[in-house]
C-alpha cells in the first residue's frame, strides 16, 4: 500500500506576547475569535497592544 503524502505545515510564527494575548481573549469567552473587530477591541482594552498590533 502507498503512503498518501502529507500536507505541507504552513503555520504562522507569532511571538509569546501576542499569542498570551490572544489566548488570554479566546479564555474569557467575552467574544468569538473569528470577530476580529471585537478581538481586536478587547486587545486594545485590556493592555494586549502587540496582540492588537
Do not use: C, H, Y
Request: charged content about 30%.
Amino acid at each position: 500500500m502507498e503512503k498518501m503524502p502529507q500536507p505541507e505545515q504552513n503555520g504562522v510564527e507569532i511571538t509569546k506576547e501576542v499569542f498570551d494575548g490572544l489566548e488570554f481573549i479566546r479564555q474569557s469567552g467575552f467574544s468569538n475569535m473569528l470577530n476580529r473587530p471585537t478581538v481586536l477591541q478587547l486587545a486594545r482594552e485590556w493592555d494586549f497592544d502587540a496582540t492588537a498590533d
